[in-house]
């Protein structure tokens, strides 16, 4: 796979560790170091879910369509679950918007915001009008007790039609409960689910 879209899951029992990166120039050949950030939740009953992202960077690229109503970048990161007990599921994507802040976006990823999906490529393409946002979806795993690590490598997000400043930012979401699992897209568990989500800081895509 080239270098665009890259991405690796690995399941893990190490710590978490956290590193510490500065901010560097913003041009289409230097990544712009994102700050790290982590979350934890409690359940009912006990169970923990960690989040946690290191290493993220972003950099504003040329989009593939030369009609100046294009904006594109491409995003790099690491993000860590870790469970005290049971299972769930680990979901890793990205808000992305057109001339909208995303900063207030951190609430829910839900209420009147859409889906894309991702091309097999590992890259995202998206039309999007002022004021429209998205959620996309880019790696869903399976987590359970222990740590479990989603590895992006320069996933590439480009926006068409905007027209405008866009952007976007990372969300890493994980949904778990003792005993869990999926049957006929209904979730089971023998406890009370536990959701944690962590939002990234926004970026700019030009």
Do not use: W
Not at 10 to 26: K, R, S
Not at 41 to 66: L, N, P, T, Y
Not at 127 to 149: H, I, N, Q, R, Y
Request: charged share 15%.
């Amino acid at each position: 796979m080239s270098g665009i879209g890259k991405r690796a899951v690995v399941a893990t029992t190490v710590a978490l560790t956290a590193v510490t990166g500065a901010v560097v120039g913003t041009g289409e050949a230097d990544a712009a170091r994102l700050p790290n950030g982590s979350t934890q939740a409690v359940g009912i009953d006990g169970q923990v879910v960690k989040i946690s992202r290191s290493g993220e960077s972003s950099r504003i690229m040329r989009s593939m369509a030369a009609n100046g109503a294009g904006r594109a970048g491409a995003v790099s990161g690491t993000y860590k679950v870790n469970l005290s007990k049971g299972a769930g599921v680990m979901t890793v994507g990205y808000l992305v918007g057109c001339q909208v802040n995303l900063q207030g976006f951190s609430g829910t990823l839900g209420g009147g915001i859409s889906t894309a999906g991702v091309g097999a490529s590992g890259s995202l393409s998206v039309p999007l009008a002022p004021g429209e946002v998205v959620f996309a979806p880019t790696d869903k795993m399976a987590v359970k007790k222990g740590t479990s690590t989603v590895m992006v490598d320069s996933f590439a997000i480009d926006v068409q039609q905007c027209g405008g400043h866009a952007s976007a930012r990372s969300v890493v979401t994980v949904v778990a409960a003792e005993g869990y699992k999926t049957d006929e897209k209904l979730l089971a568990g023998k406890s009370g689910y536990v959701q944690a989500n962590l939002y990234g800081r926004p970026f700019s895509l030009g």
